[in-house]
Each structure stands twice: as C-alpha cells, then as structure tokens.
C-alpha cells in the first residue's frame, strides 16, 4: 500500500490504521465512507467512481501535509477506491494518529471535508429507474426533479 | 501539442477520455472556450482546468507538451 | 462479542465496524485508544487496567443510549479492554455508524469523554521506576512530582 | 449483610478485592464514614460509592442485600 492511494479493489482500513499507529499515538481514529442505499427517498443500486487518478492521489497528499501542519504530531493514511462500488462497499477510508484524541478527531474531519472539496474524484450513482453524475446538481437544475 | 483529459459527465459527453490539440500557447479560458464551441452543453462555468496536475487559474497560459484536464464539480469521499 | 463489553484479550476493532455497519449507514468512525510510550516525559513499561466489570458495562450500554438519543439513526458498539497492556495496545475501541458523516464524529468524540467521566475503569501507569494509579493525582499532589 | 467491592488504590490500600460487612441499613455518607475510619488514607472525599450498579447519593439508604462499590476517580479510555 500507499501512504495516499487510489484503489480499484476493496478496502481493508485495518492495513491503514497500522500504517499511522506509533509508540508515541495515543489515539487513532478510522473513518471509512461506505455506499448508502437509500439518499433523500431514492434507492441506489450501486455507485461508479471515477479519478484522475495521479492528480487524485498527488492532493491526498497534499491534504496530509496540511493536517500534519494543523495539527504537529499526527500521522495520516488515506485511500479512495474507484470502479463499480455496491451498498456497504468502502468508498473512502482516513487514518489518523495523534499523541492525544483530540486532534486526531479533529484532523480526520477536516481530512474528509477537504477531500470533497479538492480531490478529482467523481461519484456516479446507480438508480432503479436512471444515473446520475453527482457533483453538478446545484449548477444544472435541468437534469432531474431531485 | 497538449494533452486534455475528460472525466465523468464530460468524457460521456464528448465520447472520449483524452485527445491532443494542437493549439497552445493559449489561455486556460480560451482552451474552456473552445470546450464549449466544440462540445455543446459542457458547462465550462462549473468546469476547473488542471495544468500538469495542478489546478490553474483562468489567465494561467498552457505550453506545448502541458498535461491539461477538465475538473467538473469533485463528490469523492 | 457483545455490543457493550470488556474484555480481557487484544481487541480487533474490525469486529466493531462490521456490527454497526448496515445498508443506510454512509459513515463509520473508528476510534482506538492505545497505550503511549512517553507521556509528559515519563516512560511508561505498560499498563494495568482494572474495572468494575458489570458496572461498566452497563455504563458503556447507557452511553450508546445517550448517542441514539442525541444523534438518531446512529448504531454504536464498545468495548474496553482490562489487564496488562502493552505499548500500542488497544485499551478503548469505539465504533459509530450513522447515515451521514458529521453524527459519526460527534457521537464517537461524545463516546470516549464520557467513558472517561463515568465508566468504572481504572489505569495504572508502570514506569521503570515506579507505579500509580491514575485519575486522582489532582486531589494527590503529595503522591508525586508529575 | 451488604458486600462491598474495593477496585484499583483502594484493593491495593484495603488489601481486598471485597468484604461483607453486617451494618445495613446505613447511608451512603456513613459507608464513607465507616471506610475512611478502617482504613486510614481511603480518601473518602474523592470517592463515589456505587449500590447495585449504580451512582448513589451521599444520603442514600443502603438495605441489607446491596452490593456496595468504592469508585475512586475512573480513569478508563
């Protein structure tokens, strides 16, 4: 594995959790985004994400070094999968280690945040009835009722 | 020569991952101009542009041999 | 496993994830607490956990009902470990499920200040050159120079 | 009879993981009493009892048949 990676099979977080732990970490937090069934009534099939994957894994990157410069003593590990996902299936997963918990919460969070502001990845999801790329909705109200 | 890529909804649009144009020197705005003159319907109000995998401003100048994509509106995690 | 326990053997905190994750859960968050070689400059040996068995269990059960209470839809499993712990053990596993990401963080974070507030766990800290139960150095001063 | 347990400083300072005292009813308060009296240094005034399982106020009644827990500050997580 890499410290900051794009996958296209599934994700096992205990690899990434390992990776961050130290003797000096006190407190480890993992968050994994999964594929939900059901979003504002409507039933998803299953998901496709996309990336560019080197520039995906280059703002990974950079997005770690931003926490370590927030907060001075974590260690980051984080992993985004791309392809066909089905319900439950990890989408993402962030580890973090930290002397104390507090920051290791708090850099987590801001990992996730960050990473849906900035990372070229782009989210597909599958309906009953149709498909939609996620992401435009706000800016092309024309493309569905949802 | 310069590389662009198409990601999600704008490589269904266009039907293509990437293709080489022959047009730099230019503007990341002239090369989204020319995007929305050649693919009706891409959007390049909501579109980013990357220049050798860093995102880059509208007036920034792409080169010959650069590496450009099209960045739509990013929903990982 | 039970969804509220102690136990007195290395935790594997993929047990946890798996027993909240279900089909509308979008987020997971994992937390482990794990012993610290160094803290404040002292070098710890290892760590002996002791509690209050039942008690405690109990504790941790009424903790996961605050949490549904205060983030509906959220699942919650815990457990904490008791004995000798060595560096990078995991002593405290909390995991958190919720439709969305932002209850996850905030009912884990929620999770481990209460345990630390109410449930009957106690650490004792063995130090090269010595050993003290921790949690009343306060109201001890006398007891050393930490 | 009640029992009462005795976990981490004060098993160490009483020298026993529990006991069975014959002095039901009795309050809380007075259970703190009795402690600090038999074994000097229990350090009452930081201690919570548990009865049954469960915080329990300085004057809350103890029956004969409780189960009685010292609960010095925790230090769990």
Redesign the interface.
């Known amino acids: 594995m890499k410290q900051f990676e794009l996958v296209d099979t599934p994700i096992d977080p205990q690899k990434y959790s390992e990776f961050v732990l130290h003797p000096a970490a006190g407190a480890v937090t993992v968050f994994t985004g999964h594929v939900r069934e059901w979003t504002h009534g409507v039933r998803t099939l299953y998901l496709a994400y996309e990336a560019y994957i080197p520039m995906a894994e280059k703002k990974l990157a950079e997005i770690g070094e931003e926490m370590e410069e927030k907060w001075p003593g974590v260690r980051v590990a984080m992993a985004h999968r791309i392809g066909e996902l089905k319900i439950s299936d990890i989408a993402v997963v962030i580890a973090v280690s930290s002397p104390h918990r507090k920051a290791a919460y708090e850099a987590n969070e801001y990992a996730i945040e960050r990473i849906k502001e900035v990372v070229p990845i782009w989210k597909k999801e599958i309906w009953e009835d149709g498909e939609e790329w996620i992401g435009a909705q706000k800016k092309y109200p024309e493309k569905g009722s949802r | 020569m310069i590389t662009v ?1 198409y ?3 704008l ?2 649009l266009t039907g293509k991952g990437e293709e080489s144009l022959d047009r730099a020197p230019l503007t990341v705005e002239e090369l989204l101009d020319w995007a929305e003159t050649t693919y009706p319907g891409f ?1 390049k ?2 579109i980013h542009v ?1 220049v050798n ?3 880059a401003r509208k007036e920034d100048v792409i080169q010959a041999g650069d590496v450009c ?1 099209f ?7």
């Open positions: 890529h990601f999600a909804r490589r269904e959007g109000d909501t990357a995998e860093e995102y994509a960045i739509p509106p990013v929903s990982g995690g």
